[in-house]
């Protein structure tokens, strides 16, 4: 999931999901804390992620590194 941001109404979609790219946010973010709890890997604070990365491309979400792979 790429996003802006998220908020608590978006805690469920978390476990349909495999990573997650926030724009907005820190450690202690809505975003990163849900994505740990759900096992999910996480980069926030990107600024551009969702700018940057197209409806439907492919991504790896590095977590431990804070690193986000575009893939096609």
């Known amino acids: 999931m790429v996003t802006p ?3 608590l109404n978006w805690t469920p979609v978390f476990s349909l999901i495999k990573g997650v790219i926030v724009d907005r946010g820190g450690t202690i973010s809505h975003g990163a804390i849900v ?3 759900y096992g999910r890997a ?4 990107t600024f551009q992620g ?3 990365i197209k409806t439907g491309s492919r991504t ?3 977590g431990n590194k804070g690193v986000v ?3 096609e």
């Open 5 to 7: 941001t998220t908020s």
């Open 42 to 45: 996480a980069v926030v604070n």
């Open 69 to 71: 792979y575009i893939l």
């Open 50 to 52: 969702s700018a940057k």
């Open 60 to 62: 790896k979400v590095d």
């Open 35 to 37: 994505a740990r709890e």
